[in-house]
Nanobody, 117 residues
Framework: QVQLVESGGGLVQAGGSLTLSCAAS????????MGWYRQAPGKRRDQLEL??????????NYADSVKGRFTISRDNSQNMVHLQMNSLKPEDTALYYC????????WGQGTQVTVSS
């Protein structure tokens, strides 16, 4: 089973940028969908919010709250998915999880993003 490891989280001021990366332990070319969800402070794990997804063919989908600010990309040659986050807001503060989906969904351990006002 593939392992996913997120990186790139941290503390940033409002208006700043971060790039999250998700590294897979094996090829990702077969996954029908990959992307990012987030768990906001005070929310349970089963209350994850979809942030951005990208399909095998490169079709992207974004939460309304991040459209125009976040960009998801997928590098099949490097087995990585990235999330470029610009114009960050305090409400973007959350634990960000990478996922990969084919028949089942595999999750990473998460990376914390904190945006200060």
């Amino acid at each position: 089973q593939v392992q996913l490891v997120e990186s790139g989280g941290g503390l940033v001021q409002a208006g700043g940028s971060l790039t999250l990366s998700c590294a897979a332990s094996s090829t990702i070319s077969g996954f029908s969908s990959m992307g990012w969800y987030r768990q906001a402070p005070g929310k349970r794990r089963d209350q994850l919010e979809l942030v951005a997804t990208i399909t095998k063919t490169g079709t992207t989908n974004y939460a309304d709250s991040v459209k125009g600010r976040f960009t998801i990309s997928r590098d099949n040659s490097q087995n990585m998915v990235h999330l470029q986050m610009n114009s960050l807001k305090p409400e973007d503060t959350a634990l960000y999880y990478c996922y990969a989906r084919l028949m089942i969904t595999t999750w990473g351990q998460g990376t914390q993003v904190t945006v200060s006002s």
